[in-house]
């Protein structure tokens, strides 16, 4: 069965400095990863996806996260955190067993940046 | 539309009411999916349709839960004699194709409390 482990339930980092988000997965196959934001009363957002092609993926906002098959890893990071950074993030995984894409979401990690 | 709507966005019932969520996907989007977020945890898979066709409703936690979209585009979900654990936000998504491992379009959401 797949899913994802996210070793982090809150993160706070200063302005400016870089962020790290930390996810395992486990996956019976080779696994499709995604990154989800979700900004307060907003619905959900994809940030980048890894699906076999580079192990170093980029997404929206400068954010990038890294596919390590042997840690079982794909963390989320960014060189330098804004405010509006501030957000939950959900690492997640595609389970194709049923012949469509459903995805399962991790706990998510909240993020907060402060001055 | 633009992207997913769902309506209402906040809904308020006392317990042993039913209530109905509605979700209008993207134009266009054959595969639809509905996820449930309890506060403080990721979004747990409810169901799953393809056109109109319900594919997967493995993650209904009961049978007082049930879905439908009959006519391949609009989605309402009901819950019956609903209870209070059942509050929670209730997500929708989208996507423009079941075979793809390409990105869910996810609406606000729908939080719904139940007293």
């Known amino acids: 069965a797949q899913s994802v482990t996210q070793l982090d339930s809150h993160v706070s980092v200063s302005e400016g400095t870089p962020v790290l988000l930390r996810c395992n997965y486990s996956s019976s196959y080779s696994p499709s990863l995604f990154w989800y934001v979700q900004h307060p009363n907003k619905g959900l957002q994809l940030l980048l996806k890894y699906t076999s092609a580079a192990t170093l993926v980029k997404g929206i906002n400068g954010f990038e996260a890294e596919f390590k098959k042997s840690e079982t890893s794909f963390h989320l990071t960014k060189p330098s955190a804004h405010m509006s950074d501030a957000a939950e993030y959900f690492c997640v995984v595609s389970d194709f067993s049923g012949g469509y894409n459903k995805l399962i979401f991790g706990a998510g990690t909240r993020l907060a940046v402060h001055p | 539309g633009a992207g997913v709507s769902q309506s209402p966005r906040y809904k308020v019932t006392k317990r042993g009411q039913d209530v109905a969520l509605r979700c209008d996907p993207i134009?266009?989007?054959?595969?639809l999916y509905w996820y449930r977020q309890a506060l403080g945890q990721g979004p747990e898979f409810l169901t799953y349709f393809n056109y109109e066709a319900q594919q997967d409703k493995s993650g209904l936690p009961n049978d007082r839960f049930s879905a439908e979209r009959p006519e391949g585009s609009i989605s309402t979900l009901t819950i019956q004699r609903t209870e209070q654990r059942d509050s929670a936000m209730y997500r929708c998504?989208?996507?423009?194709?079941?075979?793809?491992?390409?990105?869910?379009?996810f609406g606000e959401g729908s939080r719904l409390t139940v007293l």
């Open positions: 134009s266009g989007h054959v595969s």
């Open positions: 998504a989208s996507s423009w194709a079941r075979e793809t491992t390409g990105e869910l379009f």
